[in-house]
């Protein structure tokens, strides 16, 4: 059972999450998690100009996903950061190419999760996660969240990420704070959950 993990990173705060919903993934008997990127957008003069392609080389070894690719998956789990409450627009343009499964309803009984980021505390983190559910949605995905079960993200003591829809983590005004261990707790926490009820659906 292959659970793709299909991600946007600018910075790596995405990315240090999604390698962390792959290891909650790797919990589960029979789960494979398999880490892929949405191809970048982005015109190279910008991506030097805001330093994203340095940043982007940590990730040189993750594959680009192609349409195909998210087709044979049995679940998804997206991670998208944040660009003014809403996915960014790498992961907007992979997602508007899927007409073809819309119409074939590829996706419809297969599970879809998402998880993503934000600069500040309250910059969009629920309503990016929401609004990528409509999209989900309409593609047939059954949604899974990251649940109370997961305790941790009712947190007060310490600024937290995380919610009932997905985890999330806070990467500051210029990038510079990583996820937290509690963030990367919430989202092992979601790779563990999605590929649980993935392997519940694929025995019936």
Known sequence: MKILILFYSAYGHVYRMAQAVAEGVKE?????????????????????????AAAQK??????????????????????????????????????????????????????????????????GQESTILSFHTTLLHLGFIIVGLPYAFQEQMRIDEITGCSPYGASTIAGGKGERQPSGNELAGARFQGRHVAQIAARLARQ
């Open 28 to 52: 589960v008997k029979g789960a494979e998690p398999v880490l892929m990127r949405v191809p970048e957008i982005l015109p190279a003069d910008i991506l030097e100009k805001t330093g994203i």
């Open 58 to 123: 940590t990730m040189a070894s993750v594959p680009v996903a192609t349409l195909d690719d998210l087709g044979r998956a049995d679940a998804v789990i997206f991670g998208a950061p944040t660009r003014y409450g809403n996915m960014c627009g790498q992961m907007r343009v992979f997602l508007d190419g899927t007409a073809e499964f819309w119409q074939k309803g590829t996706f419809v009984g297969k599970v879809g999760s998402v998880f993503t980021s934000t600069a500040t505390q309250h910059g």
